[in-house]
C-alpha cells in the first residue's frame, strides 16, 4: 500500500523540550512539505523539500528544523525556540516535476502536538 | 501573488439537499486549482483538482466544482449532501513563487443535518 506515514499520532512535550515528529512516503516522491494547522488559518508551510539533500523555508519556519538524508524521510524539530508549538503537523509530498501545472499533495493522517 | 478567499467559514444543510461551497480566486495566469476535504483530526484527501482542460471537473464521491475565469470562482457543488460529506473543505491554489507552494483557504465546515 502506498502512501505516507506520520507518527506518533499524538505528542506531548514539556516546555523547552526539543521534539521530533517522522515523516515516511512510499510513494517515490521527490518532494516534500511540513505543514502547521491552528484552528481558522487552514494551513502553513513550514519548510519544503524538492530533493534529497536540500530543503527550503516556507512561511512559518521560526522555531523548526529539518533534514532531508532520504528520499523517503523528511522528519521536522520542533525547537524549544518555537513559542507557540501546540498545533497539528500535516506532512504532504508531491512527484515534484516542476511544471507550470502544480503537482497534487499528497498528505499524511497528521501528527497533533501539545505543549504541557 | 495567488490567493483564494473561502466565503463561507461554516455551511449548514439537511442529508439529501444541494452543497455549495464557496471559493474565489486571485492569480495573475490561469491557474491550477485544487479542493481537499479533512474529516476530524485527519489529513487531506484530495476532492478534484482543475488544470485548464476542462471548465468542470468531477471528483470524488459525487462532488463537482465549475471553473469560471470572467468570475474568479471555483464553487464546490454536490447535488445531494450525505451524512459522510460532514467535514471541513479548503480551497487551494498554488503559491505562485515558491516551488510546489500551496496557498490554502481559511477552509469552510460542513454540517449535515439528518
Known amino acids: 500500500d502506498g502512501g505516507i506515514t506520520q507518527s506518533p499520532k499524538y505528542l506531548f512535550r514539556k516546555e523547552g523540550q526539543n521534539v521530533t515528529l517522522s515523516c515516511e512516503q512510499n510513494?517515490?516522491?521527490?518532494?516534500m512539505y511540513w505543514y502547521r494547522q491552528d484552528p481558522g488559518q487552514g494551513l502553513r508551510l513550514i519548510y519544503y523539500?524538492?530533493?534529497?539533500?536540500?530543503?527550503q523555508k516556507g512561511d512559518i519556519a521560526e522555531g523548526y528544523s529539518v533534514s532531508r538524508e532520504k528520499k523517503e524521510s523528511f522528519p521536522l524539530t520542533v525547537t524549544s525556540a518555537q513559542k507557540n508549538p501546540t498545533a497539528f503537523y500535516l506532512c504532504?509530498?508531491?512527484?515534484?516535476?516542476?511544471?507550470?501545472?502544480?503537482?497534487?499533495?499528497?498528505f499524511g493522517p497528521g501528527t497533533r502536538l501539545t505543549v504541557l | 501573488a495567488q490567493s483564494v478567499t473561502q466565503l463561507d467559514s461554516h455551511v449548514s444543510v439537511s442529508e439529501g439537499t444541494p452543497v455549495l461551497l464557496r471559493c474565489n480566486y486571485s492569480?495573475?495566469?490561469?491557474?491550477?486549482l485544487f479542493w481537499y476535504v479533512q474529516h476530524p483530526n485527519k489529513g487531506l484527501q484530495l476532492l478534484l483538482k482543475?488544470?485548464?482542460?476542462?471548465?468542470l471537473v468531477k471528483g470524488i464521491n459525487g462532488f463537482e466544482a465549475e471553473f469560471k475565469k470572467s468570475e474568479t470562482s471555483f464553487h464546490l457543488t454536490k447535488p445531494s449532501a450525505h451524512m459522510s460529506d460532514a467535514a471541513e473543505y479548503f480551497c487551494?491554489?498554488?503559491?505562485?513563487?515558491?516551488?510546489?507552494?500551496?496557498?490554502f483557504g481559511q477552509g469552510t465546515i460542513l454540517t449535515v443535518h439528518p
Open positions: 504532504a509530498s508531491s512527484i515534484g516535476t516542476g511544471g507550470r501545472v502544480a503537482d497534487t499533495q499528497y
Open positions: 510513494l517515490n516522491h521527490d518532494a
Open positions: 523539500s524538492q530533493i534529497v539533500n536540500d530543503f
Open positions: 492569480s495573475s495566469y490561469s491557474p491550477s
Open positions: 482543475y488544470t485548464s482542460a476542462a471548465t
Open positions: 487551494v491554489v498554488p503559491g505562485g513563487t515558491s516551488y510546489g507552494k500551496l496557498t
